[in-house]
């Protein structure tokens, strides 16, 4: 009996022993994964708090930027001398060209040079004599149909000219208008930076609360 007891009395103890050994390790076990877990909780909120770190200073730098070109975009509205020099850049265009298509003018010339070149070296082939009376007779027919296709040319250039020369007068008569017409079109790019000024803004807005609301303590 007592032999009994004390066989059972030990197997009771390396029931107990071996218990007590598995729920150690299964304690162990649980704190060093709870430990991993909240290292890579810290460390995946880390980097989540440095990426948004990032993008903010970059919203931060591209309203800092839109800020600048809205200044200059104001300044140039207050400030029409660039305006102005663009039309008077445009008036001494017109008027070199308005002096070059003139019914005297250099390219009226151009053409009655090239018309006269002609006229002379026909001149000069009835006095020629060094070629013989067909390749003579070849060079005329020649010289003939350059002097006709010349006068054609001019009769076109000066059609061409003076189409040009009654549009450019149109827009001298208009540059008040186009003078007008700038300074609506630099509003209009004022506008459309100061909308891009208003979007940057509201992002960059949306980024700060998201980042101060990562670096807030628990239940505040």
Not at 6 to 15: F, L, T, V, Y
Not at 23 to 51: H, K, P, V, W
């Amino acid at each position: 009996m007592a032999r009994q007891h004390n066989a059972c009395a030990a197997a009771r103890w390396r029931s107990w022993l071996a218990t007590s050994v598995i729920s150690a390790s299964l304690a162990a076990t649980m704190t060093l994964a709870s430990a991993e877990t909240r290292a890579t909780t810290g460390a995946t909120a880390d980097a989540e708090f440095s990426q948004q770190l990032g993008e903010l200073k970059k919203s931060f730098t591209d309203v800092g930027r839109t800020i600048d070109e809205s200044a200059k975009s104001i300044d140039a509205i207050q400030n029409p001398e660039q305006g102005r020099k663009s039309i008077e850049e445009l008036r001494n265009q017109v008027s070199t060209l308005l002096n070059a298509v003139a019914d005297n003018g250099e390219i009226s010339k151009l053409g009655a040079k090239a018309l006269s070149l002609a006229d002379e070296k026909l001149k000069s082939l009835d006095r020629e004599a060094r070629f013989k009376p067909e390749e003579k007779q070849y060079l005329v027919n020649r010289w003939r149909e350059l002097r006709s296709a010349t006068e054609a040319a001019i009769k076109d250039l000066d059609s061409a000219r003076k189409d040009f020369s009654e549009l450019l007068r149109s827009l001298q008569t208009s540059e008040d208008y186009i003078d007008e017409l700038m300074q609506i079109r630099e509003h209009e790019r004022a506008l459309q930076v100061i909308h891009q000024l208003s979007e940057g803004i509201r992002d960059a807005s949306v980024k700060l609360k998201k980042l101060l609301g990562t670096i807030q303590p628990p239940g505040v």
